[in-house]
């Protein structure tokens, strides 16, 4: 069973650690690796290189908006296919993340958050709350 009261607030937590993380990963890219390392990196992994500004952007932007509680559902799900993109890297190196290069099970556990905050909404806080699919839909309809 859901708790109505207190699940609006775990919501809130899982969108604002995600927009920290997309966050922190933004800027990793941009002051450690560089934008030009990042986009040699994702030719090295089969990854067209013109990628690296919009993932960095996307990753920036869309974690303010989580963090903000901007149409979060919308934007959690835009950011699938980019942790989809970091899972399929990170396959190869075999489970653990502290495999040599990084192995799956945190990208794995980023698209499955980010699935949840699309699927069960903003949470608590949010400036712009993301419509609901199904209130959206008239009563006949349900």
Same mark, same amino acid.
């Given at each position: 069973?859901?708790?109505?009261?207190?699940?609006?607030?775990? !919501?809130?937590?899982?969108?604002?650690?995600?927009?920290?993380? /997309? $966050?922190?990963?933004?800027?990793?890219?941009?002051?450690? /690796?560089?934008?030009?390392?990042? @986009?040699?990196? &994702? *030719?090295?992994?089969? /990854?067209?290189?013109? /990628?690296? %500004?919009?993932?960095?952007?996307?990753? !920036?932007? *869309?974690?303010?908006?989580?963090?903000?509680? &901007? =149409?979060?559902? =919308?934007?959690?799900?835009?950011?699938?296919?980019? &942790?989809? *993109?970091? &899972?399929?890297?990170?396959? +190869?190196?075999? %489970? !653990?993340?502290?495999? +040599?290069?990084? *192995? %799956?099970?945190?990208?794995?556990?980023?698209?499955? #958050? @980010?699935?949840?905050?699309?699927? #069960?909404?903003?949470?608590?806080?949010? !400036?712009? @709350?993301?419509?609901?699919? $199904?209130?959206?839909?008239?009563?006949?309809?349900?």
């Amino acid at each position: 069973m859901i708790d109505p009261r207190t699940a609006p607030y775990g !919501l809130f937590l899982l969108r604002v650690s995600l927009g920290l993380m /997309f $966050i922190a990963h933004a800027l990793l890219k941009y002051f450690v /690796f560089t934008i030009p390392g990042f @986009a040699g990196f &994702l *030719g090295q992994v089969g /990854f067209p290189t013109f /990628f690296a %500004w919009p993932v960095f952007l996307a990753e !920036l932007i *869309g974690g303010t908006a989580l963090i903000l509680g &901007l =149409y979060a559902r =919308y934007v959690s799900a835009a950011l699938v296919p980019i &942790l989809l *993109g970091a &899972l399929m890297v990170h396959v +190869p190196n075999g %489970w !653990l993340f502290t495999a +040599p290069n990084g *192995g %799956w099970e945190y990208p794995a556990f980023l698209v499955v #958050a @980010a699935a949840v905050q699309a699927l #069960a909404g903003d949470g608590a806080f949010a !400036l712009k @709350a993301s419509p609901s699919p $199904i209130a959206a839909r008239p009563v006949a309809a349900r």
